[in-house]
């Protein structure tokens, strides 16, 4: 490995025994047959730890407009949420932003999307009105917990069918922080939009 553990800027939960070099060798330095997805800001990569532990990793586009300050910029909000320990928000195990790879580390959540899962028609007919309610309350639940249990609380702005996965019993995981906000008492946050139209709350 041509970078050492030590010389990598990163951050890992405290309860979980993640290293930099292990989520590169699991994903072979991130060969696209374990990509699982892309994004706007990325791509999205499958990674098996020796542990056995699965991974989800989002992995940033490393171009000269994208410079390593803007990710450190997160570094704060990053803390707060690798805290968050809620049955409906996906866990963020760690960041990263090495030079040459910059990511986000997740649990990976089995059968990924909500809007994947509607578009499989397989899967949707299995998606009765039991487990859709379900659904419904795990997300709200997810909702309530940032909102009032958080402590500065967090917005996410962009909830949506692509930010909400569901693992194999159908129960609903709020993901993708990209452009959540930690609202400080004198915040200005509400200042800047953020999110994907047509699904921002009417109050942003």
Same mark, same amino acid.
């Given at each position: ?45 499958? !990674? ?24 450190? !910029? ?11 320990? #809620? ?7 760690? +960041?990263?932003? #090495?030079?040459?790879?910059? +990511?986000?580390?997740?649990? +990976? ?67 993708? +922080?990209?452009? !959540? ?12 939009? !953020? ?10």
């Amino acid at each position: 490995m041509e970078t050492p553990q030590k010389d990598v800027p990163a951050r890992w939960c405290p309860d979980g025994e993640l290293r930099y070099e292990d989520i590169i060798e699991a994903t072979e330095e991130f060969d696209s047959k374990y990509c699982i997805g892309t994004r706007g800001y990325g791509a999205v990569y499958k !990674a098996v730890l020796p542990s056995e532990q699965v991974l989800a990793v989002k992995k940033f586009h490393q171009t000269p407009e994208v410079e390593m300050s803007s990710l450190k !910029a997160f570094r704060s909000e990053i803390d707060v949420l690798m805290g968050i320990r #809620h049955r409906n928000i996906v866990k963020l195990y760690g +960041f990263c932003s #090495h030079a040459k790879h910059s +990511f986000l580390v997740y649990e +990976f959540v089995e059968r990924g999307s909500l809007r994947k899962v509607l578009n499989d028609e397989e899967q949707a007919v299995k998606m009765d009105w039991d487990k859709r309610m379900n659904l419904i309350k795990g997300v709200a639940n997810a909702l309530s917990y940032m909102h009032h249990d958080c402590s500065p609380p967090i917005i996410h702005r962009d909830i949506s069918s692509n930010n909400v996965l569901l693992d194999s019993e159908y129960e609903a995981h709020v993901s993708d +922080f990209g452009t !959540a906000r930690l609202l400080m008492p004198d915040s200005s946050n509400w200042t800047s939009f !953020a999110g994907t139209f047509g699904y921002t709350a009417p109050g942003m």
